[in-house]
């Protein structure tokens, strides 16, 4: 610990960033706080949470199976774009257990369109557990949270703290934000050092007696006030104690490493029909897009025709011939990690039967059975030309 002394900022609530040489990665260790102005930025963010604080459907109960789904729901997903998948996944499943009896093409039906479908899984998995081994109750501390599948740190504290009033802190990525700009925090704010001392600011600033509340004012605040790109520091509640408006640093900070262009993969697709059927494959679990079912393809290599990559994808995963007919359509879409551009071609079988060599399985569906089926969100788009 490095001891406090004249050449540190006098207000307490500085995050001091002390660097040991040049090529030494900054770190930072917090000053000691004082009490009373703890207490104030305390006060400020509870009252102005209370005056100001969306209607959210999940903030209009205290049932921790409600809250849980919202904060799986709401990780890296915006707000607007989460409510109507809320509440149409309560009515599908309004309680723990009937999520847990729920097959799991069901649930993934119900996540269509949300993205990140390894969180409905871990959803039904973890639902699974807690009616199997805690006969339906639902955990009330950070460590049976954190033993759960798909429950970090931040989830595990985000719904023992808004469910059960525990006071457990929550770092996400408008928290990062916010404590970015309030302590001029001018190192990579994705930083392991940097990330474990915003976890220790919120351990400190946190509010015993309404952690939840705390939780969501300081989420709240980065959501609509210190959002990223111009900043409304004229509403902020906080202003006072903000190093980086004080410093008119607020439009540069957080500061983040660039992100690298993330590649594009140009990708084929069969619609391959035969007595007015389509032939669907169900990908494999535990890779990516697990669980929902598709129209057979892949990636074109170096070098091919997307003729040449659709007639090998195809003897690679179904182990038939096909007679490419016509391009159908080409859609783009957006990973996480990477683009794509996937061509749909129109194909005929030329013989043999079909087997599942790389999907687990295989359905000959109509295209009025479409919507039985979760599929992934690339493939929707090809609905309108089939």
Request: aromatic letters at 10%.
């Given at each position: 610990?490095?001891?406090?002394?004249?050449?540190?900022?006098?207000?307490?609530?500085?995050?001091?960033?002390l660097?040991?040489?040049?090529?030494?990665?900054?770190?930072?260790?917090?000053?000691?706080?004082?009490?009373?102005?703890?207490?104030?930025?305390?006060?400020?963010?509870l009252?102005w949470?209370?005056?100001?604080?969306?209607?959210?459907?999940?903030?209009?109960?205290?049932?921790?199976?409600c809250?849980?789904?919202?904060e799986?729901?709401?990780?890296?997903?915006?707000?607007e774009?989460?409510?109507?998948?809320?509440?149409?996944f309560?009515?599908?499943?309004?309680?723990?257990?009937?999520?847990?009896?729920?097959?799991e093409?069901?649930?993934?039906?119900?996540?269509?369109?949300l993205g990140?479908?390894?969180?409905?899984?871990?959803?039904?998995?973890?639902?699974?557990?807690?009616?199997?081994?805690?006969?339906?109750?639902i955990?009330?501390?950070?460590?049976?949270?954190?033993?759960?599948?798909?429950?970090?740190?931040?989830?595990a504290?985000?719904?023992v703290s808004?469910?059960?009033?525990?006071?457990?802190?929550?770092?996400?990525?408008?928290?990062?934000?916010?404590?970015?700009?309030?302590?001029?925090?001018?190192?990579?704010v994705?930083?392991?050092?940097?990330?474990?001392?915003?976890?220790?600011?919120?351990?400190?600033?946190?509010?015993?007696?309404?952690?939840?509340?705390?939780?969501?004012?300081l989420?709240?605040?980065?959501?609509?006030?210190?959002?990223?790109?111009?900043?409304?520091c004229g509403?902020?509640?906080?202003?006072?104690?903000c190093?980086?408006?004080?410093?008119?640093?607020?439009?540069?900070?957080?500061?983040?490493?660039?992100?690298?262009?993330?590649?594009?993969?140009?990708?084929v697709?069969?619609?391959?029909?035969?007595?007015?059927?389509?032939?669907?494959?169900?990908?494999?679990?535990?890779?990516?897009?697990?669980?929902?079912?598709?129209?057979?393809?892949?990636?074109?290599?170096?070098?091919?025709?997307?003729?040449?990559?659709?007639?090998?994808?195809?003897?690679?995963?179904?182990?038939?011939?096909v007679?490419?007919?016509?391009?159908?359509?080409?859609?783009?879409?957006?990973?996480?990690?990477?683009?794509?551009?996937?061509?749909?071609?129109?194909?005929?079988?030329?013989?043999?039967?079909?087997?599942?060599?790389?999907?687990?399985?295989?359905?000959?569906?109509?295209?009025?059975?479409?919507?039985e089926?979760?599929?992934?969100?690339?493939?929707?788009?090809?609905?309108?030309?089939?």
């Amino acid at each position: 610990m490095i001891e406090p002394n004249e050449s540190y900022p006098e207000n307490p609530f500085i995050l001091a960033i002390l660097i040991q040489t040049k090529s030494e990665t900054a770190y930072m260790n917090w000053m000691s706080l004082a009490d009373q102005n703890k207490k104030e930025l305390r006060r400020i963010l509870l009252d102005w949470f209370r005056r100001t604080a969306r209607d959210l459907p999940w903030r209009r109960t205290r049932d921790p199976y409600c809250i849980w789904l919202s904060e799986i729901m709401l990780q890296q997903t915006r707000v607007e774009a989460v409510i109507a998948f809320y509440q149409r996944f309560l009515e599908t499943f309004p309680t723990l257990e009937s999520l847990a009896a729920a097959p799991e093409d069901h649930v993934l039906k119900q996540w269509e369109g949300l993205g990140y479908y390894s969180r409905a899984r871990n959803l039904r998995r973890t639902a699974k557990i807690l009616v199997e081994e805690y006969g339906g109750n639902i955990p009330r501390t950070l460590e049976e949270w954190r033993r759960l599948p798909g429950v970090g740190r931040y989830t595990a504290g985000a719904v023992v703290s808004i469910a059960f009033g525990v006071p457990a802190p929550v770092v996400d990525g408008n928290v990062k934000r916010v404590f970015a700009r309030l302590f001029c925090v001018e190192d990579c704010v994705n930083d392991a050092k940097t990330v474990d001392a915003f976890w220790e600011a919120a351990e400190r600033l946190l509010s015993r007696r309404a952690p939840g509340n705390f939780n969501q004012s300081l989420m709240e605040l980065g959501a609509r006030i210190c959002i990223p790109k111009k900043p409304r520091c004229g509403e902020c509640p906080v202003q006072t104690y903000c190093e980086a408006y004080k410093n008119n640093m607020a439009e540069s900070l957080p500061i983040k490493r660039l992100k690298k262009t993330p590649p594009h993969a140009e990708v084929v697709a069969a619609a391959i029909r035969k007595n007015g059927r389509y032939l669907l494959g169900k990908r494999p679990h535990g890779g990516m897009l697990g669980g929902l079912w598709e129209f057979p393809g892949g990636k074109v290599e170096k070098g091919e025709t997307h003729e040449e990559a659709l007639r090998r994808e195809i003897m690679e995963e179904l182990g038939i011939e096909v007679e490419i007919t016509e391009l159908l359509t080409s859609v783009d879409h957006v990973y996480s990690h990477l683009t794509v551009t996937i061509h749909l071609y129109s194909c005929r079988q030329l013989g043999g039967k079909p087997k599942p060599l790389y999907h687990s399985e295989l359905k000959w569906v109509s295209r009025a059975r479409f919507e039985e089926f979760a599929f992934p969100a690339a493939n929707i788009k090809f609905f309108p030309f089939l």
